[in-house]
């Protein structure tokens, strides 16, 4: 089976930008969870979805937003880009399930300039 | 909202040496998973270990072990015999039982010197 897929793997913007970043989940799995990891914060917990609902969301503006497709495809948009949005952004799919385990994705690193 | 600490920024151990790495967590939960993740300078997330809290025995997996303390809120993950592939960022995760939401520690830099 594939990992989880996230593209791209950098990514460079600047402020007032916005920007699309894509997590195609393993294969079977409905859950896909999307993190903000900075050297000062760690793992921020973004949102997940699940079958195409989102199911839960952490403490970010609305400024971060997201999707899922009937495929379990997942997206994940930040408009007007500030300089606090630098980060390595991970994405974790799951089956769905009570004994789930998350599968990370190698990240799409994002510099704002 | 739970939380996960772990103390320790930073840890070094010797090749074939034995090293800990501490984790603490609150919550009021009674059902809930630990799990050790590991992150390689590649990026990729890896699951090292997972506990159930339900379960007493401490979980293994080859050379990394947890113990598992309950009542004080912690799960310590013990690396044996260290090798230089173990060298990473190390993450402590919390996840109810009842849903699906992770919570992450703000992990430990573990160096293993030849």
């Known amino acids: 089976k594939a990992g989880v897929t996230q593209t791209p793997r950098y990514l460079i913007k600047t402020r007032g930008q916005q920007v699309t970043l894509s997590c195609s989940p393993i294969?079977?799995?409905?859950?896909v969870s999307w993190y903000q990891q900075t050297p000062g914060q760690g793992l921020q917990f973004l949102f997940e979805y699940f079958s195409e609902t989102q199911r839960n969301k952490g403490n970010f503006p609305g400024r971060f937003s997201g999707r899922q497709f009937s495929n379990s495809r997942s997206e994940m948009n930040v408009s007007t880009l500030e300089l606090g949005d630098s980060a390595l952004y991970l994405c974790?799919?799951?089956?769905?399930?009570?004994?789930?385990?998350?599968?990370f994705g190698a990240g799409t690193r994002l510099s704002v300039l | 909202a739970q939380t996960v600490t772990q103390s320790q920024p930073e840890m070094s151990v010797q090749e074939a040496e034995t090293v800990t790495l501490s984790c603490t967590y609150d919550?009021?939960?009674?059902?809930?998973?630990l799990f050790w993740y590991k992150q390689p300078p590649s990026r990729q997330m890896i699951l090292v270990i997972r506990q159930e809290a339900y379960k007493q025995q401490n979980a293994t997996e080859n050379r990394f072990s947890v113990n598992f303390q309950k009542a004080a809120k912690s799960f310590s993950l013990k690396i044996s015999d260290s090798q230089l592939g173990d060298a990473a960022m190390y993450f402590c995760a919390y996840r109810s039982g009842t849903g699906n939401q992770f919570y992450f520690g703000t992990g430990t830099s573990l160096t293993v010197i030849p």
């Open positions: 294969s079977g799995h409905r859950s």
């Open positions: 974790a799919s799951s089956p769905g399930g009570k004994r789930n385990i998350q599968y």
């Open positions: 919550t009021s939960e009674s059902d809930y998973y």
